[in-house]
């Protein structure tokens, strides 16, 4: 299983070093928890679909008093996503190709969004991904900027390519 922090260790907010929350996992049995990255990145080898986010929300919250909201997919889930990329021409650089994580299926609103005015961005929606190509960065991406104000995307965590094929990269069933 592979768990998503959001809003983490960005900005001085939300400060959780990837150390504590590797030991908050195993201490709730976790045993094989591993980290990439500073960003909220965290892997389960061998975890299925167990409760896993609400156990590390509550145990976040008991330990360093803060409220991240947590985002899950099962390896099964996670190899979904890469197979499912519609945007493979943009894989070259794993920056410019990003995936919106979403807690349930994207709304009707997001699914229809018009992303025309926003060319030559571009998005896809599947399920509860939401995949974003964004040939100048997502640092500057109006499209970006507009989905993540929509519904249930408003929660959502994005994450870059890159970091989507290092992640599958750790994950096994």
């Not at 030991?23 to 980290?35: E, H, M, Y």
């Not at 190709?97 to 299926?105: A, D, T, Y």
């Not at 900027?145 to 519904?151: H, K, N, S, Y």
């Amino acid at each position: 299983m592979i768990a998503l922090l959001r809003g983490i260790n960005v900005g001085g907010r939300n400060r959780l070093s990837m150390g504590v929350l590797r030991s908050i996992a195993r201490d709730l049995g976790f045993a094989g928890a591993t980290t990439y990255l500073q960003s909220g990145n965290l892997v389960l080898p061998g975890v299925g679909s167990a409760p896993v986010a609400t156990a590390l929300t509550n145990e976040i919250r008991r330990v360093c008093g803060l409220e991240i909201p947590i985002i899950t997919r099962t390896a099964s889930e996670w190899a979904r996503v890469v197979a499912g990329n519609p945007f493979t021409d943009a894989t070259t650089d794993g920056t410019k190709l990003h995936v919106l994580f979403l807690e349930q299926f994207a709304t009707e609103r997001v699914r229809r969004f018009d992303a025309d005015p926003f060319t030559p961005e571009q998005f896809a929606v599947a399920e509860s991904e939401v995949y974003l190509s964004l040939p100048n960065g997502i640092g500057r991406s109006k499209l970006a900027t507009a989905l993540t104000r929509l519904d249930n995307a408003d929660t959502g965590t994005t994450r870059n390519w890159k970091t989507v094929t290092a992640l599958a990269d750790l994950i096994e069933d």
